[in-house]
């Protein structure tokens, strides 16, 4: 077997970049790539995915919680196409990634061949840069400008490989002819630094405002220290973007917690009476929950200049790190003498938090969703990683889990995908094989592909440093998230065809593949249930069977939700009652109050 091919090649390169990890799924349309990636296997850590999609999740996740590009590689046609909502979850979130799919071969091109599918076209909108390699001497360009341009802007691009191309000879380096190009392995890191009249204008803006609420989002995890200096010196407030919720720990007395329909109250008071806003490091999309519109003096920090000024009107942008550039404007700050906002936040906060613990240990049929995590959160190692995928469940992470330092976390946070949570857990668990991982999922999303990529962590979870890998499975038998939009949104009742969804014993089936499976079905053994799953010497699949009707209420209900609920009340849900009786408890919980 030849061992000097473009697929050889292409591999040697993948080394070069420090790359030692790859998410796929083969297919006889990379078979040059397969071949070529066994002769290398002693230099990457090959994880075979059920389905490509889960792939480009794994890749994503990779490169969140470790800073890599992550990689994944795919078939031709179908499994090319199966990357695609996985990669549109990297790019919404600003995660390297850097997509290899294989092609039919050269001569078939344009023929309607079996499985020929336009990949340039189908990544022409979710890569940055996506190139096919038509030549042996074009392998070394396209993969170096393909790292180089994932990493520089934190994205995802994709090389295309025709299968004959994959097993041709290599050519290292290019003839010394007109049209070659001699690239180099390499990351430039991009260190743009605001100019010092810039800060200085930033300094004064935020220095004239009494009352100075930040917005800290993904682009601040790496700014702990110098986010909480900055709210000290300015007596601010901090609120965190979803992908933000580790950028702070929840202890301090001023963070807020999340924002957004997800959020927290004391968030949405602090947006609506700041004068002045700070945001760091987010493009978070919901405006309605920032200060209206000519209410606040704005600054904003970010790393690229297209991410400012498009959810707030800012009157200062600050383009660079967020850690050094918040470090070169901390000196111009003074220290506000007045304390009476930062009072104010502190109160809010301190009322919040027993708000909620209140709310998580009111009754429900059977189980409570709040107090799952209520109960989990206290529990938590401090090194734990957490990963979330997109439903009502997101609520509760967003609100009751409080996130200490050395801890780290992350979902699906601009395209909100469902079925995100399992893989990305694999991911962290792969680059993290000492630390417990939790994926914290909905019934919905581990019926959707959750269940099939517990195969892949009973595949590689023995070579796991530490077991603890743990699958939370939220049982309500609804969609639960859309449930609640149809009828806050849109005025609608449940529609039980399409939300409904049937019962799976997740616990047995966990057991079936050699992990502990717990079931908890009574609220007085969810805090029991964590112990046994954290202390466990192998993987965990928990199940918790929770109430489909304890509502995720936003922070502020307008009159036209409350409308719109009403409306879906007055159309005869098929859950009435319930909802009913849940939402009186969690209004009448936060007064102090019971309903008889």
């Known amino acids: 077997m030849a061992d000097n091919t473009v697929g050889d090649f292409i591999w040697q390169r993948l080394t070069d970049w420090g790359v030692h990890r790859i998410f796929g799924f083969p297919g006889d349309g990379i078979n040059g790539l397969m071949g070529a990636l066994n002769r290398a296997e002693d230099r990457f850590d090959y994880v075979r995915v059920r389905h490509e999609e889960m ?33 549109y979850d990297a790019k919404g979130d ?10 039919q071969v050269s001569s078939s091109l344009g023929s309607d061949f079996q499985q020929e599918v336009d990949l340039q076209s189908l990544f022409q909108d979710v890569a940055s840069y996506v190139q096919t390699i038509v030549s042996p001497a074009q392998a070394r360009h396209v993969i170096d400008r393909a790292f180089r341009i994932a ?30 190009n001699y690239s180099s392995v390499g990351r430039a890191y991009p260190h743009p630094v605001p100019r010092p009249e810039e800060l ?89 929950f920032l200060p209206k519109d000519g209410q606040a003096r704005a600054v904003q920090i970010d790393i690229d200049p297209r991410n400012v000024g498009v959810r707030y009107p800012t009157e200062v942008n600050l383009i660079g790190d967020s850690t050094e550039t918040l470090r070169q404007l901390l000196p111009l700050l003074r220290v506000k003498q007045d304390r009476s906002w930062r009072q104010e936040i502190e109160k809010n906060v301190r009322d919040w938090w ?77 680059a993290y094989p000492d630390r417990p991982v939790i994926a914290m999922v909905g019934d919905g999303a581990m019926q959707m592909n959750g269940n099939a990529e517990l ?43 399409a939300q409904d969804v049937i019962d799976f014993p997740f616990a047995s089936y966990g057991k079936l593949l050699g992990f502990e499976g717990i079931r908890v079905d009574h609220p007085d053994a969810v805090a029991e249930g964590w112990e046994l799953a954290l202390k466990a010497d192998r993987p965990v699949v928990i199940e918790f069977i929770t109430d489909p009707n304890v509502p995720p209420l936003p922070p502020h209900i307008t009159w036209e939700q409350a409308k719109s609920y009403l409306s879906a009340l007055g159309h005869l849900d098929p859950d009435e009652w319930g909802i009913i009786k849940q939402s009186a408890k969690q209004f009448f919980s936060g007064l102090n109050i019971r309903p008889q």
């Open 151 to 180: 990493y520089a802007e934190r994205t995802v691009t994709c090389i295309v490989i025709p299968n004959d191309v994959q097993m041709m000879e290599a050519v290292p380096s290019p003839p010394r002819t007109h049209g070659s």
């Open 55 to 87: 792939s480009a999740f794994m890749a994503g996740g990779h490169a969140k919680f470790t800073g890599e590009v992550g990689v994944c590689v795919a078939t031709s046609g179908p499994g090319a196409i199966h990357l695609l909502n996985g990669l």
């Open 94 to 103: 600003h995660a390297p990634v850097v997509a290899i799919v294989g092609q």
């Open 354 to 430: 027993k708000d909620v613990d209140q709310k998580a240990m009111e009754d429900a049929d059977p189980i409570n969703p709040q107090r799952v995590f209520h109960e989990l959160s206290p529990r938590l190692p401090d090194n734990a990683i957490l990963c979330g995928d997109s439903g009502s469940h997101t609520n509760w992470y967003a609100r009751n889990i409080k996130m200490r330092r050395g801890m780290m976390s992350s979902l699906s946070g601009k395209l909100a995908t469902m079925g995100s949570g399992v893989p990305y857990a694999i991911a962290a668990k792969m």
């Open 455 to 497: 195969v892949t962590a009973m595949q590689y979870w023995k070579e796991w440093e530490d077991p603890r890998f743990i699958v939370m499975v939220l049982v309500n038998h609804d969609l639960n998230q859309v449930t609640w939009e149809q009828r806050v949104l849109a005025g609608d009742p449940k529609f039980p065809a």
């Open 200 to 288: 200085q204008e930033a300094a004064s803006l935020l220095n004239e405002c009494e009352r100075v609420a930040v917005l800290a989002g993904a682009g601040a995890m790496n700014a702990t220290d110098e986010v909480i200096e900055v709210c000290e010196v300015l007596g601010a407030g901090v609120a965190k973007a979803l992908l933000g919720k580790a950028a702070l720990p929840d202890d301090l007395p001023f963070v807020t917690g999340s924002i957004g329909l997800l959020g927290t109250k004391p968030s949405w008071e602090m947006m609506n009476n700041c004068d002045g806003l700070l945001m760091i490091g987010t493009t978070f999309p919901y405006s309605e």
